[in-house]
C-alpha cells in the first residue's frame, strides 16, 4: 500500500514538472502547442524524435529550447555531406606546441552524462554516420579506442528540412524505425502569432530567446525511472487491447479491412512495416499521454492522439507510391480510423 502512494505521489510531483517543462518551452516557441505536447510525450518515453519540415519553421529553436529545459549535458552536431563517423567520436588538431592531439568529439565530450544529443541537419549526413548513430539509438552506446562507451540518459533529436534534396541521403528503414516518432513542424497557423514571431524583437535573436528558458525543468538522471514508472502505473484494458491488435492487423492488411484510398492498389499498397517494436513504443506514448491528462487508464483517444507521428514511418509502401506516400499514409490511417470500430 505504501509503495503504491509513493509511486502515485512521484507520478503526480513529476506531472507538475511536466507541465512546467512544456510551459517554458512555449515562452520561446509559439504556436507550437501540439508539437511540444508529442515532444513532451517522447521524452517521457524515453523515445528518440526526428522533426521535418520547411526551412525557418523553428526546429532548431524549439530542439534547443527543449534541450535547455530537460538540462543536463548537451551536445550538436551538424551534418554535411563530407561528415565521417570518427568526427562525432574525436578531434585531431596540432597543439600550440607543434605536436598531434586528439581530443574527444561531441558524443563522447560529456560522457555518462550525456543526456540531449542534437544532429542538425540529419539528412545531410552520409550512411555510414547514419549506422553510427542507430547504434547509438538503439544500445545507448558506441565503440571507440577498443572499448564501449555508455550513455544510459541519452536522447537523441534531430531534424532536417524537406525541401532541400541536393547532397542528402534518405534514412535507412532501420534508423527510422529507431526513431520513436517522426514529427512534421509546419508554420503556425494563428494570425495574431504570425505577428507576434515577426514584429516582436524578442524572437529575432534566436539565443538570447533559448537562454530565456529556465534551465534543467527536469532532471535527466531520473528520467529513467519516471518513465518505468508511468509504463507501470498507466494500464490498459483488454478491450483497448483488442482494439489496438485490430488496428496493427489492418495497417498489415488494408484490404481485408474495407479500407481505400483513392488511386490506389491497396493489396499491394503496404509492403511491411508496423513492427512489434513500433506497436509497443505506440502504447509507450499513449501511456505517457494518459498520464499527462491524469489519468491512469489509456483511452482510444490516447493511441489516436500519437499514432500518425509513432506509426507513419514505419509503414513501408509499394516503390510504386512512394512519391506520394505523405497523401497515401495519412489515408490510410484515416481509413484506418474509420474502419475499425473504437470501443
Known sequence: MGLVREMDTLLSDWRGRALRFESEIARAVLGQERIIRLLTIATFARGHVLLEGDVGVGKTTLLRAMARA???????????????????IYHAHLGEDGKPRIEAGPLLKQGEDLSVFFFNEINRARPQV??????????????????????????????RNRVEREETFELPAAARDRFLMEVQVAMPTDPQ??????????????????????SGVLDPDALETVARAIQLGVSASPTLE????????????????????????????????????????????ARVRAWLAERS???????RAVFHEVMAHRI????????????IVAALISGLFARVAAP
Open 316 to 327: 513501408f509502401v509499394d516503390p510504386a507510391y512512394e512519391i506520394d506516400r505523405e497523401r
Open 297 to 303: 487508464m489509456v483511452v482510444p483517444e490516447d493511441v
Open 193 to 214: 502569432v504570425r505577428r507576434q514571431l515577426v514584429f516582436d524583437p524578442r524572437f529575432h535573436d534566436v539565443d538570447t530567446l533559448v537562454m530565456s528558458v529556465e
Open 242 to 285: 483488442a482494439y489496438v491488435l485490430s488496428l496493427w492487423a489492418a495497417i498489415r492488411d488494408p484490404s481485408d479491412y474495407g479500407i481505400e484510398v483513392a488511386g490506389v492498389d491497396m493489396e499491394r499498397l503496404v509492403l511491411g512495416g508496423a513492427s512489434p517494436r513500433g506497436m509497443s513504443y505506440l502504447i509507450r506514448a
Open 70 to 88: 530537460i538540462g543536463g549535458a548537451f551536445e550538436r552536431i551538424e551534418g554535411t555531406i563530407d561528415l565521417m563517423p570518427t568526427d562525432l
Open 130 to 159: 547514419h549506422s553510427l548513430l542507430l547504434r547509438l539509438m538503439a544500445e545507448r552506446s558506441v565503440t571507440a579506442f577498443n572499448r564501449d562507451f555508455h550513455f544510459p540518459h541519452v536522447q537523441v533529436f534531430a531534424d
